[in-house]
């Protein structure tokens, strides 16, 4: 048998196995039916939260949430079909306890009354907590409270009239009502008005996770002037992926892709990927 048929049956053999393995059956029915389907139905966000979650030009959705999702479809040999219907966080979680779709990437975080309605993954990412809160109006109550720190003004006997900015239908509503009980929420539909009301002083903070808080700022500079940043760490949030409730085999799968492909990312190396490419 001469070299090139020898090289020719190799590559053949190689290109038979690999279409094996893309091709194999799953032993569990809830991820087989994803690949018989040939689509994995994916809910995000339908309001863009950069870097997480954007629309390029053509209308086409870009990110990192985005590109997860991409990649976890291309793992698994199926196309991606992303649904946005849903317009807050926990929209998000709506859709996929109704099994609209099969799995949530949209940064979100799991609490004990998501957690009753879905599955969620193994975190593949961590972030912290900030609070952002008007410069000038802390200033004044800085004074009239003797307080150091934006937390301890949120904690004084003054906080009933003090009021907390934070998104519609996020998981930063319930967490703020658990850490400082005698403070007013109010709720907005982005973060960019959860900005817009602190720096105008409509609120006197607000509460989202750092990521999104640092890339906005990054982006406006400006708004550096009138609204500082709680230098104090917070709670870690885990970022986990949601997915439908009867499908605990793909959820299985999603956390050994998660082990073996992501591991943990980093906010800070995240921030860096995509805000640069905005510059």
């Known amino acids: 048998m001469t070299r090139r048929v020898t090289a020719l049956l190799t590559s053949w053999l190689l290109l038979a196995c690999s279409a094996a393995v893309t091709g194999a059956e799953s032993a569990f029915p809830d991820i087989q039916r994803i690949r018989d389907s040939g689509i994995l139905r994916v809910a995000i966000r339908a309001i863009d939260t950069p870097p997480l979650i954007m ?18 479809g291309k793992k698994m040999g199926v196309a991606v ?27 979100l975080s ?49 906080a009933p009239t003090l009021t907390c900015a934070v998104l519609e239908g996020a998981i930063y509503g319930p967490l703020l009502r658990r850490d400082y009980p005698k403070i007013a929420v109010k709720s907005f539909a982005s973060l960019a008005e959860v900005v817009a009301a602190v720096k105008e002083g409509r609120v006197l903070a607000g509460f989202h996770g750092e990521l999104q808080i640092d890339y906005y700022m990054r982006q406006n500079p400006e708004t550096a002037i009138y609204i500082g940043i709680e230098p104090e760490a917070h709670y870690p949030s885990d970022i986990r992926i949601a997915v439908r409730p009867d499908a605990p085999n793909l959820l299985r ?17 995240l921030l860096e990927r995509y805000a640069a490419g905005d510059d």
């Open 55 to 72: 629309s390029d030009s053509d209308g086409a959705v870009t990110g990192s949430d985005a590109d997860l999702a991409r990649d976890i």
């Open 81 to 107: 079909e992303f649904f946005r219907s849903a317009e807050t966080y926990d929209g998000v979680v709506d859709v996929v306890a109704r099994k609209e779709a099969d799995l949530g990437v949209s940064f």
């Open 110 to 158: 799991s609490d004990v009354r998501r957690a009753m309605r879905v599955l969620f993954s193994q975190p593949y990412l961590k972030q912290k907590r900030r609070i952002i809160y008007n410069r000038a109006a802390f200033a004044r109550l800085q004074r009239d409270f003797e307080v150091e720190s934006i937390v301890q003004l949120l904690r004084t006997n003054g």
């Open 253 to 269: 799968w999603v956390n050994v892709y998660l082990s073996n492909h992501v591991g943990e990312l980093d906010a800070s190396e």
